[in-house]
């Protein structure tokens, strides 16, 4: 998946849990924090991959073991702060990165690709990059046009909550 989309899908997850745990549309500092998670594994793996520290961009913030050891963290923080809520935001954002970068393989056939998840138990091979899933009348579908379908949705459903985050954002920045 585009780096771009996660957050947007983490958004998504992060507004159907609050939806169906209590009723309500997100709030500010949970957003901001399941939108940071959400694109966490990629700020950990892809400097690493620049860097040559390892071989490909998805390795240890995209692995499983990589997700428990971040969340864990994230997690112990937000008890020391009694804000289990940030905590919570945190895992779905985290988890919603590995889950989304996960169908396009399975629908593409590169079941190899799925190495990441177990990495470094399971070797990862170089990502193939955007999936080919098949043809419409001559136009070839790929999963951007998913992802770009994935991307207006959540934020059409961002602005429609509000904009939770936004404003706060707004205020840090300004208070700079």
Not at 43 to 65: E, K, M
Not at 70 to 77: E, Q, V, W
Not at 105 to 125: N, R, S
Not at 166 to 175: A, Q, V, W, Y
């Amino acid at each position: 998946m585009q780096p771009i989309v996660h957050p947007v899908v983490g958004y998504i997850c992060y507004a159907i849990y609050t939806r169906l745990s209590d009723g309500n549309r997100p709030e500010a500092e949970p957003t901001i924090v399941v939108i940071f998670a959400a694109t966490l594994p990629d700020l950990i793996d892809q400097p690493l991959w620049l860097l040559g520290i390892t071989p490909v961009g998805r390795t240890f913030a995209h692995s499983l073991f990589g997700a428990v050891f971040c969340i864990g963290i994230a997690a112990l923080i937000a008890h020391h702060y009694g804000r289990r809520d940030l905590g919570v935001a945190f895992a779905i954002g985290y988890l919603s990165h590995i889950a989304a970068d996960i169908p396009w393989h399975l629908l593409a056939g590169d079941y190899h690709e799925l190495g990441f998840l177990l990495w470094p138990v399971t070797e990862m091979p170089a990502y193939s990059g955007v999936k080919t899933i098949g043809s419409v009348g001559g136009i070839e579908i790929t999963t951007l046009w998913f992802e770009a379908v994935i991307f207006l949705f959540g934020v059409v459903l961002w602005w429609v909550d509000g904009r939770p985050g936004f404003e706060l954002l707004r205020r840090h920045i300004r208070d700079l």
